[in-house]
């Protein structure tokens, strides 16, 4: 269904695919492992015809190709059917120039059955969680009917509920006789899914394994160049300071989503935040940074904000990292450096001198600090991974050393080396003396992150739990409301 003959591709000086050969047959699911920066995303570009090789061959299928990519692309003002349909959309028999709505809407659920049956075709996309819009983007690349799809990240926002249609859908092409390329950074999900694995790094294939003849062990040291030990941390009540707290949330409220919430987060400590989709969990930080619009109190280091604006929450110490980074965490046209300098800028206000040469010195600083690859200040932040791009927002607030860190799914899509290095990094802060909420829908990440962890669910916290003395199945039952 699917070739790629010593595929080789250049941005710059920088060398992103080196004579990359791998091939997917008819019904095979082949996954394609390595870092943020390896090449993955890079591929998939020069497959679906978004950027030509220099050198090398892609050999596809009569049918070609449909790609599901990492970062999504919807119109969001427009319905689910709409979108579902946008290249082809049925028009009216009697009057060509009309819409024919009742075909469009019957068409999409059509289109949306196998995946996501219970999502309203009639809604706006704009209106669909990340999860969900995620599922109708796969609905739209499997309904083309294309021989080959290529799934970059398809199950980085779904819930385990949402990760289980999307296997069923992709059993379901199969056999059929489609080919897919599946990326993805959670091996376990690999192991379920794919009949191979083909592992990149530096831009070249590191090794091909059929599945079951290779160890997580062994994926994990092919995809770094290195054995990598799992990350672990300390949760000693001595390395938290109990004078104070950095946050302290009271009563937040976002009606209909979020219920009369408290929280209280020490100088040095990692408090984390899980709850099931839909549970209002998501919404809890951007509640604390007024990005949404919610009632209570919130205070950082002893002050109370009377205004909570981003702007305002930004000067008084809070920090946030967003979950989805390409809509409310990166500006995608302008480059990396500036991307970094852009919270020192805004604290500088209007007597802000903004140079080139200051935004690249920025850069390349961070770049070297947090590892961000390619080292090219200079680049569109766009062209980073999504790893790289999530570590360009870290350094950002990073620059401004804030007294409260919120993170939203920090991890989401990133590589099992980058993540390494984040926790390290989020534990590196946290000692210095800065509180640290971290929302993850991953429990093993919180586990090993966090002093504690507090529960949500229909919008209340449900409880807040020593890491030292809970284990992920009494959270789980937490979240789904069997206890208190």
């Not at 699911?29 to 220099?54: M, Q």
């Not at 090398?56 to 003002?77: K, N, T």
């Not at 109990?242 to 009369?260: D, H, I, N, Q």
Request: proline share 4%; aromatic share 4%; with cysteine.
């Amino acid at each position: 269904m699917l070739r790629c003959d010593g595929v080789h591709k250049s941005f710059g000086a920088t060398r992103a695919l080196r004579g990359v050969s791998l091939h997917v047959d008819a019904g095979e699911v082949v996954a394609l492992l390595g870092e943020n920066g390896a090449g993955k995303s890079t591929l998939v570009r020069c497959v679906a015809g978004e950027v030509t090789p220099e050198a090398g061959h892609v050999w596809l299928a009569d049918r070609g190709v449909a790609v599901v990519h990492q970062e999504l692309s919807y119109v969001g003002p427009t319905s689910v059917a709409e979108n579902l349909l946008l290249a082809q959309l049925p028009r009216h028999r009697r009057f060509p120039f009309l819409l024919d709505r009742r075909r469009l809407v019957e068409r999409a659920r059509e289109m949306l059955a196998p995946i996501a049956p219970d999502i309203d075709v009639r809604a706006r996309m704009s209106d669909l969680r990340v999860g969900d819009r995620q599922l109708v983007e796969i609905a739209r690349a499997v309904g083309a009917g294309a021989a080959a799809v290529l799934m970059d990240e398809p199950t980085a926002a779904l819930t385990a509920a949402e990760v289980a249609k999307l296997f069923a859908a992709v059993e379901a092409l199969r056999r059929q006789g489609v080919g897919i390329l599946y990326i993805s950074h959670r091996l376990d999900e690999i192991q379920r899914v794919a009949d191979r694995a083909v592992v990149l790094r530096d831009g070249a294939v590191a090794g091909t394994h059929r599945i079951g003849e290779v160890t997580r062990e062994d994926l994990v040291a092919e995809i770094v160049g290195r054995q990598l030990g799992a990350f672990t941390r300390e949760h000693h009540a001595e390395q938290v300071t109990e004078a104070g707290a950095s946050l302290e949330v009271t009563g937040l409220t976002v009606p209909g989503r979020l219920r009369a919430l408290d929280l209280r987060v020490r100088p040095g400590e990692i408090v984390g935040l899980y709850g099931l989709a839909g549970s209002g969990v998501e919404l809890v930080a951007k509640a604390v940074v007024g990005a949404v619009r919610a009632t209570g109190e919130v205070t950082v280091d002893g002050r109370r904000l009377k205004r909570r604006t981003p702007a305002a929450c930004r000067r008084a110490g809070l920090a946030h990292v967003p979950s989805d980074r390409r809509e409310e965490g990166i500006f995608p046209l302008l480059s990396v450096g500036t991307n970094i300098a852009m919270s020192a800028m805004a604290d500088r206000g209007g007597a802000a001198l903004v140079t080139r040469a200051s935004d690249r010195e920025a850069g390349r600083h961070w770049a070297e600090r947090l590892d961000i690859r390619p080292r090219d200040p200079d680049l569109p932040v766009s062209a980073l991974s999504g790893g790289n791009q999530q570590k360009s927002i870290f350094a950002r607030w990073l620059a401004i050393r804030p007294k409260v860190f919120l993170l939203d799914e920090p991890t989401k899509g990133v590589d099992v080396g980058a993540k390494s290095q984040m926790y390290e990094l989020i534990a590196t802060v946290a000692a210095e003396g800065a509180g640290v909420l971290v929302v993850s829908s991953e429990l093993p990440e919180l586990m090993s992150l966090c002093n504690r962890i507090g529960v949500v669910t229909r919008g209340a916290l449900a409880g807040m739990y020593s890491t030292a003395s809970v284990d992920e199945q009494q959270l789980v039952d937490a979240a789904i409301g069997g206890h208190s």
